[in-house]
């Protein structure tokens, strides 16, 4: 799993028991596994179509570093599937497991488009 972004837990992330709000961390994996569609099927018409269960298994505070990572698990005819893990940067600690994000190709007319993609494709590569 590549670990590309990382967020700063600030006051206005926190719920009301001082800890990270699992709806702001929950909109920034649909961001990042978003942004990792579009880059990987070359799309910027792309939506979510299904999180599975959410496994919480720690929580961040003020103050922690967290990194969200995504992954490719499998690419559908218009899909993609990635699973997530977003872990404390300092304590390695994992605060969540997310096993499937599906995320469909839209094409221009708002249907679903095949991508014709099968496998991880990185932007040096496309060069």
Not at 78 to 95: D, K, Q
Request: proline share 2%.
């Amino acid at each position: 799993m590549r670990f590309h972004t990382r967020k700063w837990i600030k006051p206005e992330d926190l719920n009301a028991n001082g800890t990270l709000f699992g709806g702001r961390l929950l909109d920034w994996i649909d961001e990042e596994a978003a942004l990792y569609a579009i880059v990987q099927l070359e799309n910027q018409k792309v939506v979510t179509k299904y999180i599975s269960e959410i496994d919480f298994r720690a929580s961040a505070k003020q103050g922690d570093v967290i990194e969200i990572g995504i992954k490719a698990v499998n690419f559908g005819k218009a899909s993609l599937t990635l699973s997530c893990e977003v872990r404390n940067m300092m304590t390695r600690e994992t605060i969540i497991t997310i096993s499937n994000i599906v995320m469909v190709n839209i094409g221009p007319d708002g249907h679903v488009l095949p991508h014709g993609k099968t496998k991880v494709e990185y932007v040096k590569d496309r060069l």
